[in-house]
Each structure stands twice: as C-alpha cells, then as structure tokens.
C-alpha cells in the first residue's frame, strides 16, 4: 500500500482518531508544558527546540521501527501513523457546516461553526463576512492541513511531516505578536516552512492567466504566507474576500455566494488530491 494514498483515504473515510489518541493533541500537551520555560525570545527558541527534537525523535524511532517490519504491513502502518498530521475531511466538513448554517438561515449557528475555523471575533459579522471568513480559512488551512505536511513529508518521510505539525502547533499555541518575544521563535518558524506551501497552493488554485495578479492580491494581507492561498481562492471564484479593517482581495468583486462556496470546496479537494498524487508517485519512487 502506498503510504500517502492510504492515508488520504483513511482521512476521507474515517477523518480524525479520537482526541486521547491523537498525536496534534499530544503534541499541544506538550508545547503547554515547555510554555512556563519559554521566556523571552532565546528561552523561547530553546523550549520549541526541546519539543521539536521529542517529536520528530518519536517518529524517527517510528520509521526506523517500519523498516524493519514486513513488506505487506509497512505501508498500511506508515498510512496509519501519517494519517493524523494531516486533515482534508475535517476541513472540507466545517466549512460546509458554515455554509449549511448560512443556508437555513440561521446566522447564530454560522458563527459558532466558524469559530472553529478562526480567531478573528465573529459575533458581529455578517452573512456576507460569515461567508468570506470561511472561504478564507479554507484557503489558508488547505496550506497548513494538507499541502504542508504533505510536501514535508515527501521531503523527509515522517519525521518531516511530524515536525511540521508541531511547528504549526506551536504557531497557533505561542504565536507572536500575541505572546510577544517569548513565541517569536515558534511564528518565525511556521512562516519559514509555510512560504513554499503557501505560493505553490497559491499557483495551483489560481487560474494561470492570474497568476500577475496573485502576487500583487496576496500583499494586501498582513501574513507573509496566508495571503497567497486566499488571493487565489478570490481570484478563482472571482469573488470579494476581506477581513474587517484589515484588507479586502478583489474589492472590485461581488461577495462570494453559497455557489461559490460549492465551487471552493471542490478546488480545495481538487488541489488537495493533486499533492497527494504527485507525493504518493514521489514516494514510490524514492
């Protein structure tokens, strides 16, 4: 069984482990952990170190323990421990769950589905926001949930993919300017492994004749990396995406409509399964 391919169906058919299993939680546990000893920006950067070298040590041993495991087994197992690094199904869900929401009506139940999905405040926003909030997460997450770790792991197996999510982890968890010096290490990190995912998911979704655009889009954003994705997914549907007092992609554009969140959902599968083809023939081949 092909590792990649295995996994990306076990996600499809199964979606996440349960939370008391799942290595991303362990991995939170962790950073909560490190997090009294991470003060300042070189007691930082040495507590995300600690955690980093757990980690993927962890899943060196895992790989080294693979190796020596029979042919037929290997690759179901490998599809097993990667599975939990990375999340297609789970992302695709909740932002249909806004959609649906939004479709009844039913504003309240939106912004709480969109929580799940954001750190902005939602109480506020609107239908049209509610909606561009989602279509933006979905963007951005389709870098961070798939194609990241995905590439990661074609770069250096699963020890990669894994450090790749406990750098993200810690992003979400210690991330400067939020907690100031003492997370600068962990945002530095997560936007140094993000910035080819990023333009590469960027490249992919947009329409080739946009791509003299994209660029031009994506630096209305204040993120070095999140601005890509989402330009991408704006110039694609053609569609108005903005955050509140802080920028608007395509401010020429109309608001995004439950059409386009239709059509959003399927480019993100559509682009999710490309990396995953193109990793699974690279693996195989390595």
Excluded at 11 to 25: C, K, Q, S, T
Excluded at 40 to 52: D, E, N, P, S
Aim: aromatic share 6%; proline share 7%; net charge positive.
């Amino acid at each position: 069984m092909n590792p990649v391919l295995g996994a990306l169906a076990l996600d499809l058919a199964v979606g996440e482990p349960p939370a008391r299993l799942h290595p991303v939680v362990g991995m939170g546990r962790l950073l909560a952990a490190l997090w009294p000893w991470a003060q300042g920006r070189i007691r930082g950067a040495l507590a995300w170190t600690v955690g980093a070298g757990l980690v993927t040590g962890a899943y060196a041993a895992s790989a080294r323990a693979l190796r020596r495991a029979p042919a037929a087994a290997r690759g179901a197992a490998e599809a097993v421990l990667l599975k939990p690094l990375f999340s297609l199904r789970m992302l695709l869900e909740r932002v249909a769950a806004v959609e649906a929401a939004l479709e009844r009506g039913d504003l309240r139940v939106a912004r709480i589905a969109l929580r799940h999905l954001v750190s902005r405040r939602v109480d506020d926003l609107s239908v049209a926001e509610v909606r561009e909030a989602a279509l933006e997460s979905l963007a951005e997450n389709l870098v961070d949930s798939v194609v990241a770790p995905l590439l990661a792991y074609a770069v250096g197996g699963l020890p990669a993919a894994a450090l790749y999510r406990y750098a993200n982890t810690a992003d979400a968890m210690w991330g400067y300017p939020l907690y100031g010096d003492r997370g600068w290490w962990a945002a530095r990190t997560d936007d140094a492994l993000n910035l080819l995912p990023a333009r590469l998911t960027g490249l992919l979704l947009a329409p080739p004749r946009a791509w003299r655009r994209l660029r031009r889009e994506a630096r209305r954003t204040p993120s070095p990396n999140g601005g890509w994705p989402m330009a991408a997914l704006a110039l694609r549907l053609h569609v108005r995406l903005r955050k509140r007092g802080v920028y608007t992609l395509l401010p020429e554009a109309p608001s995004p409509t439950p059409m386009h969140t239709r059509r959003a959902l399927r480019w993100a599968a559509v682009v999710a399964g490309a990396i995953a083809l193109v990793v699974a023939v690279a693996a195989e081949g390595g």
